[in-house]
């Protein structure tokens, strides 16, 4: 029986400094899935993921209790600008902290986003007034380029064929985030007032209510950081042109076979020449980006409508909820959204494929969100299992589109690119996000004013203008807006 080789019988030539070299090296070594390096990119999204929304729960009474606002109604508004604060500042620096991760490595790029986290979300728990929590919410998103850096650290840490896992892992520990987020600050909002057995009204969190929240998700902001420390570094550092290892082992195997050389080298120039297309003009990429954008935007508004309509009183339209109990239910739906993410959906996208996936959620979402108007008649135990199924039925929908276009994004550009290609998305969206929750909060305050109108009245009117955005979305789903690179 002819004996099999593990090792290659041309190796790599590796730098010996090179952090990236070392770990190309630890690749070579790897078999099966890496647990461990999954799970430290699950904690570190997750840190990051977590305060984008956790305020949505208690953001109305906060607002509520600067006094700020001078009608009930206008409390909308003035929450929308907090909400918003937190993606303006990311979209201005995205791109910047995309050249610092290029430059310096991902890992100081990660470890300086956590620290963010630990500090600025700290003190936004602890504001004092309507303009202290709008500068911490914008220091905290332009401060934290976290997310793009650790989309380019989950391709590079992974043998190629993981690289897409590692990249569903990221998508998915960031929706988790964004729902386990406003559980956490339904359910610890108000302590004082919630467990007055534990906390005190003259302790720190009866002087400021919606310091709990912040600040367990600071602490464990800070165990990542820590935990972070003992990150490898990905990017590889020579000081030939930063050229990796792969470029080394290219060279060395074409000096092995000289009367080829030319035809190689000629055809591979052709290839990377093709490949260093602007982003700009690579339209697969483009559009992806573009229906992403529009889908964020309806998310991060539905997000913060969600908590805001839950809240407001009965005579408004709203279920009169308080912040634990909006907790109850996002705390319900981030669980089946795990489920649902780490069962069905590859399931569905290996049969569908990404487009069709998010085409299909985007459709279903559109009578589901008008219903949510009706759902303000029930009461007792059959709202709750009402609004328990919607929201678990809304948050599958969104994350099945998001994840989808997300693969759609990385399958548009070859590896070398996908760092800056995440960037461009990033910037985009957020900038997209910055105005879902200012849009939403002037929806929200604006159609409680119109209670009596004839045409979608009150909350009816704020589901139906998100229906019309999520509409524009699926209709760019289909060509020839929405393009498909060939593989």
Request: a neutral charge; one cysteine or more; charged letters at 15%.
């Amino acid at each position: 029986m002819a004996q099999q080789y593990t090792e290659p019988l041309l190796k790599k030539k590796y730098h010996e400094n090179c952090p990236g070299c070392k770990v190309d090296q630890m690749k070579e070594l790897q078999r099966g899935i890496p647990i461990r390096q999954l799970v430290s990119i699950w904690i570190v999204v997750l840190s990051t993921a977590l305060p984008i929304s956790s305020l949505f729960p208690f953001l109305y009474f906060m607002i509520r209790d600067f006094h700020i606002a001078k009608r009930e109604e206008d409390i909308g508004s003035y929450a929308g600008y907090v909400g918003s604060a937190f993606m303006l500042g990311r979209a201005l620096t995205s791109v910047l902290w995309g050249m610092v991760a290029d430059h310096y490595g991902r890992k100081p790029v990660i470890i300086m986003g956590t620290i963010t986290v630990v500090i600025f979300n700290t003190l936004f728990g602890l504001s004092v007034n309507f303009w202290m929590a709008v500068i911490t919410r914008f220091l905290l998103g332009s401060l934290n380029g976290l997310l793009g850096a650790v989309k380019a650290y989950a391709v590079e840490i992974f043998r190629e064929e993981h690289q897409a896992l590692g990249l569903s892992t990221v998508s998915t520990a960031w929706g988790i985030g964004l729902v386990i987020g406003p559980a956490l600050g339904g359910f610890l909002a108000q302590p004082a007032e919630k467990y007055p057995n534990i906390f005190s009204k003259d302790s720190i969190f009866g002087r400021f209510p919606y310091f709990l929240p912040c600040l367990a998700i600071s602490l464990f902001a800070l165990g990542v950081t820590i935990f972070t420390c003992w990150l490898p570094e990905t990017l590889h550092k020579h000081n030939d042109n930063n050229r990796s290892c792969d470029d080394s082992y290219d060279a060395l195997e074409a000096a092995s076979h000289e009367s080829s050389t030319k035809e190689i080298k000629e055809e591979n120039e052709g290839k990377e020449s093709a490949s260093k297309q602007s982003l700009l003009t690579n339209w697969p990429l483009m559009s992806s980006i573009i229906v992403y954008c529009v889908f964020s935007l309806h998310d991060m508004a539905y997000t913060e409508i969600f908590s805001l309509w839950a809240v407001s009183p009965r005579k408004y339209g709203g279920l009169s909820y308080s912040t634990e109990d909006v907790g109850e239910v996002l705390s319900i739906s981030g669980f089946s959204l795990l489920v649902f993410q780490l069962s069905l959906y590859p399931f569905v996208e290996r049969i569908l494929g990404p487009v069709m996936v998010s085409r299909i959620a985007g459709v279903l979402t559109i009578p589901l969100l008008q219903s949510y108007s009706c759902i303000a008649i029930f009461s007792g135990f059959t709202l709750s299992l009402v609004i328990n199924c919607a929201s678990i039925m809304k948050n599958v929908l969104s994350i099945s589109m998001v994840t989808g276009l997300f693969i759609l994004q990385n399958q548009a550009v070859d590896q070398h690119q996908r760092g800056a290609a995440n960037g461009l998305a990033m910037t985009a969206m957020s900038l997209f996000k910055a105005a879902g929750p200012a849009g939403g909060g002037a929806l929200f305050s604006w159609a409680e004013k119109r209670q009596d109108a004839s045409f979608f009245p009150g909350t009816q009117m704020v589901f139906f203008i998100l229906n019309m955005v999520e509409a524009l979305g699926v209709l760019m789903t289909f060509k020839p807006f929405l393009a498909q690179r060939r593989q």
